[in-house]
């Protein structure tokens, strides 16, 4: 057999007496286990994970008679972390965390002082990973509250009693701690218990703290860029409704810009089964850029009928008025014309005719001009002139329509979310 060797300390403390894979007072009277912890920092909030990232130092007080010693000065003993392996400590874990570790470098980051009575005080440096349940449906103009669990794991609320040791005052945080996308605006402390069917009742203690999302990065990434393209698709409104390539390219790269920036937020978010407030802004930002397309189709084919209606009604005003005109039958109604005919209609102009070519030439000079003066406008129909000021009147109201209804949305929107 070969014999451990013991430590002073070791032998002070009476290691070797006692069974430290008990709790103190086993069977007696329940462990009270104060907890107290300061932040160290807030690394990372996820939104995409719903997780945060916190590095804190949590200490633990518990009295435990096995580790008494006596003392002339009364002083404590300091110890690292190779007598925790020793000794009975809580059995604390963060509750719903993904991942935690113990800061090992240059050395295990523990520390155990134990008082002359028996008093205990264990302290470590941690870094956890834990869920955060995220309700992003007013996102980016969100407050988000996270929650850091712990409790311990085998012992019930009959064997061990889980406190903060000083109230809410329990929770201490370095003022340097700050994120790029948060602002800190609270941390505070609660309890419950919590009941497992096949364990029993437990005791849970809670670090809450409340972050404020900054909004001025997504004003400058989302919601400043999704306002200038609905502005620059109003562009076309002040454009000639005949300049096709001028409108038509122009509602297009709107809309694929739009498309861009909505695919770009999206990207890096969470896949929600529910809408966010960026989304119901980029959503109407972009309905309001596809109808400026739609107008200008509409505009355009509007044009397009009347157009047709134009011309047919021209044709047929050419067709009635040619005969009191000219005193004669159109030259396309008769084959050809003998010179009786031509001797019959008279002198056009004060000059005798020579023969039927000449008349159609004349004849024919005077339908160009007629019709040269129906699309200036000197002497045009009222269809025509009905249908120009409708045509633009389209465009003439979408120019107040639709600056008017981005304004009052955009009132609507930012009073509610703000």
Not at 14 to 43: A, C, K, W, Y
Not at 138 to 145: E, G, S, V
Not at 270 to 297: G, M, N, Q, T
Request: glycine share 4%; charged share 20%.
């Amino acid at each position: 057999m070969t014999k451990t060797t013991m430590t002073k300390s070791e032998q002070l403390l009476s290691i070797n007496d006692h069974d430290f894979t008990m709790r103190p007072g086993f069977g007696g009277h329940t462990v009270q286990v104060g907890v107290d912890v300061q932040v160290e920092s807030l690394d990372t909030i996820s939104e995409v994970d719903m997780d945060f990232t916190m590095t804190l130092y949590i200490r633990h007080y518990w009295k435990d008679e096995r580790l008494s010693f006596h003392s002339t000065t009364n002083k404590s003993m300091t110890f690292d972390g190779r007598l925790v392996k020793k000794i009975w400590v809580p059995d604390l874990f963060f509750v719903h965390s993904k991942k935690s570790f113990t800061h090992d470098t240059t050395t295990d980051n523990v520390m155990l002082r134990v008082y002359p009575d028996g008093k205990v005080l264990y302290s470590l440096r941690v870094t956890v990973t834990s869920m955060c349940s995220m309700d992003l449906s007013r996102f980016p103009l969100d407050t988000q509250t996270c929650s850091l669990e712990i409790e311990s794991y085998a012992y019930t609320d009959d064997d061990l009693m889980l406190y903060w040791k000083k109230g809410n005052n329990s929770l201490s945080t370095d003022e340097r701690i700050s994120l790029s996308q948060f602002l800190i605006q609270e941390f505070h402390t609660t309890s419950k218990k919590s009941f497992y069917s096949s364990t029993g009742w437990y005791n849970r203690l809670y670090i809450n703290f409340t972050l404020r999302r900054h909004i001025f990065f997504f004003l400058l990434q989302t919601y400043f860029p999704a306002t200038l393209m609905v502005m620059l698709s109003w562009v076309s409104f002040w454009i000639d409704r005949r300049a096709v390539p001028a409108r038509v390219p122009l509602g297009i790269t709107t809309v694929l810009t739009m498309s861009t920036i909505i695919t770009g937020v999206n990207a890096s978010m969470p896949r929600v089964s529910y809408i966010k407030a960026v989304d119901i802004y980029l959503w109407v930002s972009f309905v309001f850029v596809f109808l400026s397309v739609i107008e200008y189709a509409a505009v355009n084919y509007l044009s397009t009928v009347q157009e047709r209606k134009e011309r047919k009604l021209r044709e047929r005003s050419v067709s009635q008025s040619l005969p009191c005109t000219c005193g004669m039958t159109h030259p396309g109604m008769m084959g050809s014309y003998s010179e009786d005919d031509v001797n019959n209609t008279g002198n056009y102009g004060g000059e005798p005719m020579e023969n039927g070519a000449a008349m159609q030439q004349r004849m024919m000079v005077h339908l160009d001009f007629e019709e040269n003066d129906q699309i200036t406008g000197h002497v045009g129909s009222s269809a025509y002139s009905s249908m120009w000021i409708d045509t633009h009147a389209i465009d003439k109201y979408s120019r107040v329509i639709f600056p008017g209804s981005y304004i009052l949305f955009n009132i609507i929107y930012w009073s509610c979310y703000l």
